[in-house]
């Protein structure tokens, strides 16, 4: 593994969820003990309103979004920002390219920017980034 890598919001939110584990993102979440995690400015909002929807739909508390972000600032995960003629040009032609969201795709144009590996769970942006030829995190 790299010495930093992009990582994506697919991984980092089974670590919120008892029902939600997964060995690949326990992996990714102990390789943070040496490594950095880099994600685009975006991931603040999509962490926020996964845990605005858990809330609603009853699957955590407040009190457990509090302690969850606070988990969260403990670790070394670095936001890059973004320029916004980037999220509205290069990123959304990324999008359209891969049939991505433009989320998904933020997360794909640091890794291509950057030159990191990504680790992700979400299928259609590991296949974008095989045909971008981003490598993804091995366990």
């Not at 508390?61 to 509090?66: F, K, L, N, R, V």
Request: net charge negative.
């Amino acid at each position: 593994m790299s010495k930093n890598f992009v990582i994506d919001n697919s991984v980092v939110m089974t670590w919120c969820f008892k029902d939600e584990t997964n060995h690949y993102a326990d992996v990714i979440l102990d390789s943070l003990e040496t490594f950095t995690a880099v994600v685009p400015s975006i991931w603040l909002l999509e962490v926020g309103n996964v845990l605005l929807v858990a809330e609603r739909k009853k699957r955590l508390s407040e009190a457990d979004s509090t302690r969850f972000i606070a988990l969260l600032t403990e670790l070394p995960i670095m936001i890059e920002q973004e320029p916004q003629d980037r999220m509205l040009k290069d990123i959304l032609a990324l999008a359209r390219e891969h049939q991505l969201s433009s989320y998904d795709a933020s997360y794909l144009d640091l890794a291509m920017r950057k030159g990191l590996p990504i680790a992700t769970l979400d299928n259609g942006l590991i296949a974008a980034a095989k045909r971008s030829q981003v490598p993804i995190v091995k366990e």
